[in-house]
């Protein structure tokens, strides 16, 4: 006679439920958290991880409070000034440093870089560069985990994200990296700046409402707009450059991929729109390889350059200007 099983044998028995729930908030705490091991969660189909995403479907969901506070200018002003903030934070540390090196700084502003950065709400800095240098090692190639050619739309815009399979950080893409234990620590406990970020928004609107109340700002609306609405739009600038700039937009130059350049783009992510320039030299610090096409993010690079704060910044080669001419003329034939 078979023997009966134990509780936590049962599919949904309280056991299984509450280790369950226990993983769930510690791999929240520590990115590094895999007890099934690394391998196992990379071998697993692309499907959606909702213990894993529950925050990132909180955070979207949350946006729909904007309807239980009142509007106020001010309050908005601080969401957009917040969203370029960590716009630039992604786009100059997260991309430009981190994922391709493309100037040098200190230790200590590194470590600032990786701080601000994580205030994007967008993972840690090591988990960032290692999954971006994997989709240009593999760019609209079938391992490309985020290209509209393959994936389709959705998918490269926000599903690749939710999966199980991409979780995990690849140190071994970073090693470079890696080797710094601040930034390793920063990237397990990615979720400890966000929260922090959620309760100085709150913070912030009750120091207003409480000594500038002329202002008629609150915590809860700087919460929600700063903290939670602000957060969300800059997730979607962000993930607009995987998606849309592989769809929409210019081709200057013949690469293997589908990378386009879009102004459109390049003005809410502060320069990462002129993503076939990107793609077609991805070491240059600017990515606006001409005068006319705007780049913010280099041209702020430029001016901490000058401070002292980062150097060596990478230039467009002469090779690359004369390719760009090439392809201009017999484009005219």
């Given amino acids: 006679m078979p023997s009966t099983p134990s509780v936590d044998a049962r599919p949904w028995s309280i056991g299984r439920i509450r280790r369950a729930f226990f993983v769930m908030l510690r791999q929240w705490w520590d990115s590094d958290y895999h007890p099934e091991g690394v391998e196992v969660v990379k071998a697993k189909e692309e499907k959606i991880d909702m213990k894993r995403t529950m925050p990132f479907i909180l955070l979207h969901t949350a946006c729909l409070l904007v309807f239980t506070v009142s509007w106020n200018w001010w309050v908005f002003g601080f969401a957009v000034a917040f969203y370029f903030f960590r716009m630039f934070a992604i786009t100059a540390f997260y991309h430009r440093y981190f994922s391709h090196r493309s100037y040098s700084t200190s230790r200590p502003a590194q470590f600032v870089f990786a701080v601000i950065g994580n205030m994007a709400m967008q993972r840690g800095a090591l988990w960032w560069a290692s999954t971006h240098r994997h989709h240009h090692k593999h760019s609209d190639d079938e391992h490309d985990i985020h290209s509209p050619r393959h994936k389709g739309f959705w998918w490269s815009h926000i599903g690749w994200i939710t999966s199980h399979r991409n979780f995990p950080t690849d140190y071994t893409r970073i090693k470079d990296l890696a080797k710094f234990p601040e930034l390793v620590f920063l990237n397990r406990h990615d979720f400890f700046i966000p929260v922090l970020v959620l309760a100085g928004c ?66 809410i992510t502060l320069g990462e729109g002129w993503h076939n320039n990107h793609h077609r030299y991805q070491y240059s610090a600017r990515q606006g390889f001409y005068w006319w096409e705007l780049d913010i993010s280099y041209y702020v690079l430029k001016m901490m350059s000058w401070l002292g704060i980062v150097w060596d910044l990478q230039p467009v080669p002469a090779r690359i200007y004369s390719e760009a001419d090439r392809l201009r003329q017999e484009g005219r034939r």
């Fill in 202 to 267: 709150w913070f912030s609107g009750w120091l207003l409402q409480t000594f500038v109340p002329s202002m008629g700002v609150t915590g809860a609306q700087m919460a929600i707009w700063c903290g939670v609405v602000s957060t969300v739009a800059l997730m979607h600038g962000t993930f607009f450059i995987n998606s849309l700039a592989h769809v929409f937009g210019g081709r200057r130059f013949k690469t293997t991929d589908d990378s386009r350049n879009s102004l459109l783009l390049a003005l």
